[in-house]
């Protein structure tokens, strides 16, 4: 059975840092595109991060870029998100997806297989 199980989720001071993590069973993530949405309270659900499955390509949205960090181990089935540099305004719940696709990006009809969702707050 397809699953993606989240963790690393929580409260942070503007400034620090947080890793999400994400493992997946039912599937590899060495045939899947994956990576991340998240949505704040009254806003659209927004791409942030993901990586291709052979060739781990990356994409970013533009308000991440230098601050977050994809990554994935295909053999542990696991991708994360490293946060550095948060900001109040990177307050959401983050989710993880993944699709049966070579490309990845922001594109939320790729992505068959969702996890249950994270709270990140960024808060003083």
């Known amino acids: 059975q397809v699953q993606l199980v989240e963790s690393g989720g929580g409260l942070v001071q503007p400034g620090g840092s947080l890793r999400l993590s994400c493992v997946a069973s039912g599937f590899s993530l060495d045939t899947h595109s994956a990576g991340w949405f998240r949505q704040a309270p009254g806003k659209e659900r927004e791409g942030v991060s993901f990586?291709?499955?052979?060739?781990?390509?990356?994409y970013y949205t533009d308000s991440v870029k230098g601050r977050f960090t994809i990554s994935k181990n295909n053999a542990a089935n696991t991708m994360w998100l490293q946060m550095n540099s948060l900001k109040p305004e990177d307050t959401a719940v983050y989710y993880c997806?993944?699709?049966?696709?070579?490309?990845?990006?922001?594109?939320?009809?790729?992505?068959?297989?969702w996890g249950q969702g994270i709270q990140v707050t960024v808060s003083s």
């Open positions: 990586i291709s499955p052979k060739n781990n390509v990356t």
């Open positions: 997806a993944a699709g049966p696709t070579l490309v990845a990006g922001p594109w939320e009809g790729l992505y068959d297989y």
